[in-house]
C-alpha cells in the first residue's frame, strides 16, 4: 500500500470529545437547564445535521427564553477552540510518514473550519494533502472528490486505503472508485455497506499495511 486517505471528524478528529468540552462550555456561558447538552447531542446525529436547525428545535422544544443566533454564535466561535485528536491519531500518522506511506485526508465542510481543526490538533503537519469539500466544490459520497484525493497524492485506488466513521462516505463511497474501504466504529452503525476491514481503534491501521498481520474484517 502507497497511501492511506484518511476523513477528519470522527476518525482523525476525536469530534465528540470536542463536543462534550465546548457543551460544558457553552451551558455555563448561557445558563442552560439540565438536559440541554444531552439534547444537543442527539439533535446533532454526529454533526451531520445544521446547528441551524438543532439550535432553533431546542429552544422550541426545552421552551428557552435565548435567541437561537446567540447560540450559534457561540457554537461558531468556540466550537472548535480546543479540538480534540482521536486516540492514537498523531502516533499513528508518524508512523505511515516514517514507513513512507503517503497521507491524505478527505472531509466534507467548510475550508476555514476544517482547516483550524486540522490545525489546533496537530494533526496538518502529519499529511500530505487535503480535500475540503468546500473548495473543490465536491462532497463525500460522490466518487469525484476520492479520484481527485488520490490523483493529488498520485496514486491509484488500487493502492490505497479509506479509513473513515461514516458507512456511506467512508465505505461506500471510496470503494466506488477501487479504493479498499476500513471502517472506524464511531459514527453511524452500518446497514448494509460492506467495509474491507473494521477496526478497532486507530492503532489497526497498521495492520492494513502489513499483509503478515490479520486485517479484522466486518465478519470478525
Known sequence: MKAVLFDLDGT????????????????????????????????????????????????????LPHDPEVL?????EHSLAAPVPMPHALDILRELRARGVRVGVVTNGWVEA???????????PLVDDVVISKSVGLSKPDPAIYTLALARLGVSGADAWFVGDSPRNDVWGPQQVGLKAAYLPTGHGLKGERPDAVLRDLRDVLTLMDDAKPVLTAES
Open 72 to 76: 450559534w454564535a457561540d457554537f461558531s
Open 12 to 63: 482523525l478528529h476525536d469530534r465528540g470529545a470536542t463536543l462534550r468540552g465546548w457543551l460544558a462550555g457553552h451551558v455555563e456561558r448561557h445558563a442552560l437547564p439540565a438536559g440541554y447538552a444531552e439534547r444537543f447531542t442527539e439533535l446533532d446525529d454526529f454533526g451531520y445535521r445544521s446547528k441551524r436547525e438543532v439550535l432553533p428545535q431546542l429552544v422550541r422544544e426545552l421552551a
Open 114 to 124: 476544517q482547516t483550524a481543526c486540522l490545525e489546533r490538533t496537530g494533526l496538518l
